[in-house]
């Protein structure tokens, strides 16, 4: 109920937000940022036509004084962070120049691009590795396209300031899930100050309603989350919060969990990059027609806030209709007919996605569109209930831009068996833990490791190319992940989806997909800690290759918190068996 009081006083708190002190008019348009208060605006859509989807972006940055950095992508149109819309089957061609300046120092990025065509040497940004805050890539998070360069590789690929526009050349596999995906920065070490800065953007594979009818039809609404560094560090807790909130700081330098529910959050969020700021949440609008079905498509952007949404009209938690989890339709089991799973709120990690219905409110009835509290534990960061958009009924609404088919063909039946009914071929156990430099020091520096059981925790090294874990391409396994930390950490892998078996130890019955997972903190008291168990799907041959697996958080990814897995061929796995140098593959 104390949640629910707080939510309460959202709307009337948006009377006290001065103008002044929000201001976000900026003197210089490059990567310009909506007001805060303002209408959610939608992102710009770039659909494939004749198969084809080609793209160019132009990932740009600007620093200014006491407002939080600002990086984009910049699609020719002039658009920010446009939605790649794509259909199983289709080519993307995206072209990604680097026009990244150093925010610490303004000439840097430009002194850098000169010197990179001075010498005439650049490196080859397939294998350079080089990685810095103004190198980048792209991370297809969620698809499953093979991890090379020009496709989705994240270990070696690495653009630089002054490097001509770099290709990225892929088609969508004919299998993949229709959903939402994203594309981000996956750079070593930066990845958390990339995001935070704005980089981010939805990706769409289209058809959703040919595998979940009761979807068909519907106005669509892409909602990107994002956080980003507080726009009132020094700001009290509004007066209306019902407790003092602890002011500590975590050993990142965030505000640290009080697990009240209140208090200062580590970051702010921004919806579509309407900002939201503490300390008073001034909502951003959603206008919708009285009683109008939507389908909500939710990314959370976040570098590390934890999302738990709801839609709260006359304070009331309304049914949340969900379809998909991190791109893949809740039924693609095949088994489930046109299932639809009725919440009244949704649990969104990091990097996670959630797709539902909603209905509007009753004219004259404005509703609210809020996160809940996140408990991420003592050593996590504070994510209190905040409010983030009006939910505005009013009968001129405008229409979302989208729509999906109201008349759509199923798609085929699934060619390989479900992987809920697939032997695994063996069980690994991995676990999360942390390491503070001085351990009677709770503010100091954390070290993070995501280990593989019996091997020595080791923050990941960019310039080993030995792999923690082998996999044959074709098998399945289950990996337990265990939290030895004491704050909530979330497990996602490249290039491939997962099933969650069990939580603690006790079975869940979740016959669907995801690609980021919690893993909740140890209390400390507890005998066990607390785990998870999954299920992977290594058959398509997609995902044979190198890549990662980590914690979405990205200050624990950029910290070390991240692993290296090498999918071999399966006709190959049998002849370098003797030689794999994999410790973890006995
Ligand atoms: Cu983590």
Redesign the pocket.
């Known amino acids: 109920m104390r949640k629910l009081f707080f939510l309460m006083l959202a709307v009337p708190c948006v009377a006290f937000f001065s103008e002044s002190v929000f201001a976000q008019k900026s003197p210089t348009d490059v990567c310009a940022r909506p007001s805060v208060g303002t209408v959610v605006p939608e992102p710009e859509d770039l659909r494939s036509q004749n198969s084809v989807l080609k793209v160019n972006l132009t990932v740009r940055s600007v620093s200014e004084p006491s407002r939080p950095d600002r990086f984009c992508y910049l699609a020719e149109d002039g658009s920010e962070s446009p939605t790649l819309r794509l259909h199983p089957g289709d080519l993307l061609i995206l072209n990604l120049k680097n026009d990244l300046a150093d925010p610490s120092s303004p000439a840097a990025g430009d002194a850098q691009a000169k010197n990179h065509s001075a010498t005439g040497k650049t490196s080859d940004p397939c294998t350079s590795g080089s990685m810095s805050l103004t190198s980048t890539n792209l991370h297809f998070h969620g698809l499953t396209v093979p991890a090379s360069c020009h496709q989705d590789e994240v270990l070696k690929t690495s653009i630089q300031p002054g490097d001509p526009s770099f290709e990225y050349r892929f088609r969508i596999p004919e299998n993949e899930p229709p959903g939402l995906y994203w594309y981000h920065p996956h750079i070593h070490g930066f990845s958390k100050a990339q995001v935070l800065a704005g980089l981010s953007g939805a990706m769409i594979i289209e058809g959703i309603e040919r595998a979940n009818a009761e979807v068909a039809g519907l106005p669509e609404r892409v909602l990107v989350i994002r956080d980003q560094d507080l726009l009132n560090p020094n700001a009290p807790p509004n007066k209306s919060e019902p407790v003092i909130p602890k002011m500590l700081l975590d050993h990142d330098g965030d505000a640290a969990n009080n697990g009240t529910g209140f208090g200062k959050p580590a970051k702010d969020l921004s919806i579509n990059f309407v900002p939201v700021p503490y300390p008073d949440y001034p909502t951003s609008q959603i206008k919708i027609k009285p009683g109008d079905r939507q389908f909500w498509r939710v990314l959370n952007a976040s570098a590390i806030t934890y999302l738990n949404l709801a839609v709260l009209y006359k304070k009331v938690p309304q049914p949340l209709g969900i379809v998909a989890l991190d791109g893949v339709p809740l039924n693609s089991s095949g088994m489930m007919g046109n299932y639809v799973d009725w919440q009244n709120h949704i649990g969104v990690p990091p990097g996670g996605r959630v797709e539902f219905m909603v209905k509007g409110p009753p004219l004259g009835v404005t509703g609210l569109l809020v996160t809940r509290t996140v408990d991420t534990g003592v050593g996590g960061e504070n994510d209190p209930n905040r409010a983030l958009a009006s939910i505005e009924a009013s009968a001129d609404a405008p229409e979302p831009r989208s729509t999906l088919d109201a008349s759509p063909k199923p798609f085929a039946p699934h060619v390989l068996p479900w992987l809920g009914s697939v032997a695994p071929a063996r069980t690994r156990m991995l676990y999360?833990s942390e390491k503070l430099l001085d351990p009677n020091d709770p503010n100091s520096a954390t070290t993070?490791y995501l280990t593989v059981d019996g091997q020595t925790p080791t923050p990941f090294d960019p310039s080993s190319d030995v792999p923690n874990i082998v996999v044959k391409q074709g098998d399945v396994e289950d990996w337990i992940i265990e939290n030895r930390s004491t704050?909530?950490?979330?497990f996602h892998i490249h290039q491939t989806h997962f099933m969650l078996l069990d939580l603690f130890g006790t079975p869940v019955n979740e016959p669907f997909l995801r690609d980021t997972i919690n893993v909740p903190f140890y209390d400390g008291k507890t005998l066990q800690y607390p785990s998870v168990k999954i299920r992977l799907d290594f058959r398509d041959p997609n995902a044979v290759g190198t890549f990662v697996y980590h914690?979405?958080?990205l200050e624990?990814?950029d910290g070390g918190?991240m692993g290296l897995i090498r999918v071999e061929p399966a006709a190959r796995m049998q002849t370098s068996r003797t030689s794999a140098a994999a410790p973890s593959d006995k």
């Open positions: 999360f993070f704050e909530l950490h979330t914690c979405h958080l624990h990814e918190m």
